[in-house]
Structures are given as structure tokens and as C-alpha cells.
């Protein structure tokens, strides 16, 4: 009976042409577009020098800031006032204030000071370009004593990359089986598999298993992708990432479930899953850390379970981490399958 249900499954997403490629074609774009197009670099700052020494080191620092891809030279005015107007016409988004004595203060070998203005209209903008500013301003301050560890290049896609698999293993999982099940509701197929002898488990499983395989075979292609496009591989062993995936494909599809015996049709199935999804991945520390949240925020997000499966993906990718390592996020994943499958075949009434 398990396999004939099975059968039935995939035989219905072959007659679905467009689910098949839209299953495909989500993960490329995904993996292709979104860590360029959610980028976490700002480039192009327009900026403004005032150089107040006119002499050859600061015109080698204004060299320096012209030939970074993050700044782009767009005057030299003459006084900080009219620098100032040209913020507040948005002409340009900082001024660098090179101050008289510059050349002689660094051959005798002090610090000169600069004076940085921003427009912090844009926080985030105002802040990186601030910080990529001192950069160029103090470059051997950053370079002595900072190492950095797992991402020597500072590279963002490589920090978002594994969690973007993640979200694609949410959809595949969680979403598509809870519409799957609505949808059997909706054109009143689902009767005939409660007067028959399914059990509920069988009914179940059928229903996931399906999407469980699809699921593997996407995250296959995405650390394919990752691969090819990025260079990025895992640095830890891919059969734990197996691991991790095979539970928080549970987790995932538990909740899927259990949305689906709540719900009597497609779009209400969809409004929640939608709900779920967006608080889980902005709670999650895909786009901000937790660790900056506050402190009623950070209790929430024990109740994610996207916030351990991601800390999961990230820990194996970059640091190489072993099972030992991830046992805690593990064990919370368990519990979460364990809870969310006890609610949904307690939920799911077979007879109507």
C-alpha cells in the first residue's frame, strides 16, 4: 500500500509540468541571483576631499581612496562648508577633511587626524562606509592585529550561500507537502484514502517521502552550484550535512503537516506557511545576528528551528565542524521532529 501511495505521488507531479521545472529553476535562481542581488557590500560611495596640507601625502591618499572599488571621487571643494552643502543636496554621501600639518606629522611620526563626515540617512550604508574609510586612512592598524578566521577575504556570499540552502529545504519540505495535502482536501480526493485502510502513518510518510527526495536532489544542485560558481565547498564532512538535512526535513515537514489538518483550503494553508517562513528566516541570523537582537528577540529564536539548522550549515561549511560539535542543534532538531509529528498524526482525522 506504501508503495502504491508513493507512486501516486510522483505520478502526480509528472502530470504537473510546471511544478517539476519550478522545483529546478527555484534553486538556480536562488543560489544564482539572490547573493548577488541581497548583497551586504556597499560600493560606489560618492565622496568629497578637502584637502586643507596640499602636499604629496595626501594627494597619495586621495590616490588611494580613488583606486578603491568602494569610493568614488566626486569633489574637491574647497572649505568643509561647501562640503557640507553638498551632503545636504545629496551631491555626495561624505567629505574627508585632510587638516594642514598632515605630511609633517606623519614624518615625525605621529597619527595625524581627519576629520569624517557621513550621511547616515542610510545607517547601514553610512556605517560601512565609514569603516571601509578607516581602513584606507589607518591600513597597517587593521592589518596587525586582526586575523580572520573562516572567511580570510571578508566575502559575504560565503557566509549566506549555506544559509540560502536553507531556505530552499524550507520550501521543499514544509510548504509544498502542506499544499499537497490542502489541495487532496480541496477536490475531495482525500475522502477516498479515509474510507480506505491507510492508516495514518502510511498516508503520511507517502505523502512525504516524495518531497523528502526532491528535497536531497536540491541540496545536491545547490552544493554543486556552490561549488562551480563560487569555489565554495564544505569543509567538514558532507555526510553530516546529511544528517542535519534528513532531520530538519522533518522538522520542517511535521510543520507542514500539521498546518495542512488545520487548514480547509489553499490559501489559508498558504497565508501561514508564508507567516511561518518569513519569521523564521528573519529570525533565524541569515540577514542580522542574533547576538545583535534584543533581548526578548533572542529568547524567541530558540523557538526557530531554521536558527539551529542554519548555525548547522555554516558550522560544517566553514569551520568543519563534526557531529560532536553540532550535537546540541542537533538534539533540538530531534525534539522539534519528535513534537511537531506527534501533534500532526494526533491532528490528522481520518474519518470525517
Known amino acids: 500500500m506504501l508503495r502504491y501511495l508513493i507512486e501516486k505521488e510522483f505520478k502526480q507531479l509528472k502530470r504537473n509540468s510546471f511544478l517539476p521545472r519550478l522545483i529546478l529553476l527555484f534553486p538556480c535562481m536562488m543560489m544564482l541571483v539572490m547573493p548577488w542581488a541581497a548583497t551586504l557590500e556597499i560600493e560606489n560611495l560618492r565622496i568629497a576631499v578637502i584637502d586643507n596640507d596640499r602636499s604629496p601625502s595626501s594627494e597619495r591618499l586621495v590616490h588611494r581612496i580613488e583606486a578603491s572599488r568602494y569610493f568614488q571621487l566626486t569633489a574637491l571643494p574647497p572649505s ?8 545636504e543636496k545629496d551631491q555626495t554621501d561624505m567629505l574627508l577633511e585632510i587638516p594642514r600639518g598632515f605630511e609633517k606629522a606623519q614624518t615625525n611620526g605621529q597619527s595625524p587626524a581627519a576629520l569624517i563626515a557621513v550621511n547616515t540617512v542610510n545607517g547601514t550604508k553610512g556605517g560601512l562606509g565609514s569603516a571601509y574609510l578607516q581602513q584606507i586612512l589607518n591600513p597597517s592598524s587593521s592589518q596587525d592585529f586582526v586575523h ?3 572567511n580570510p577575504y571578508l566575502n559575504y556570499k560565503i557566509f549566506m550561500v549555506p544559509a540560502l540552502m536553507t531556505m530552499l529545504l524550507i520550501t521543499l519540505c514544509g510548504f509544498l507537502p502542506a499544499l499537497n495535502i490542502v489541495s487532496e482536501k480541496e477536490a475531495g480526493t482525500i475522502e477516498q484514502i479515509n474510507v480506505s485502510p491507510v492508516s495514518r502513518f502510511t498516508f503520511t510518510l507517502a505523502k512525504l517521502l516524495p518531497y523528502w527526495a526532491i528535497g536531497f536532489v536540491v541540496l545536491n544542485l545547490c552544493i554543486l552550484l556552490a561549488w562551480l560558481v563560487y569555489g565554495l565547498t564544505p569543509v567538514g564532512n558532507v555526510l553530516t550535512i546529511y544528517l542535519a538535512t534528513l532531520i ?11 498546518i495542512s489538518n488545520y487548514s480547509s483550503t489553499m490559501q489559508q494553508a498558504m497565508f501561514v506557511m508564508w507567516f511561518c517562513m518569513l519569521i523564521f528566516i528573519l529570525m533565524s541570523g541569515l540577514f542580522t545576528p542574533i547576538s545583535s537582537m534584543p533581548e526578548w528577540a533572542q529568547g524567541i529564536t530558540y523557538l526557530n528551528p531554521l536558527r539551529y539548522f542554519m548555525e548547522i550549515m555554516r558550522m560544517v561549511y566553514l569551520k568543519g565542524s563534526s557531529i560532536c560539535d553540532i550535537g546540541f542543534q542537533l538534539s533540538v532538531l530531534s525534539s522539534f521532529a519528535l513534537l511537531l509529528y506527534a501533534w500532526a498524526i494526533r491532528s490528522y482525522r481520518k474519518q470525517q
Request: hydrophobic share 60%.
Open 248 to 258: 530538519f526535513a522533518l522538522v520542517m515537514s511535521g510543520l507542514g503537516l500539521v
Open 148 to 150: 580572520y578566521r573562516f
Open 80 to 87: 568643509y562648508a561647501q562640503g557640507l552643502k553638498a551632503i
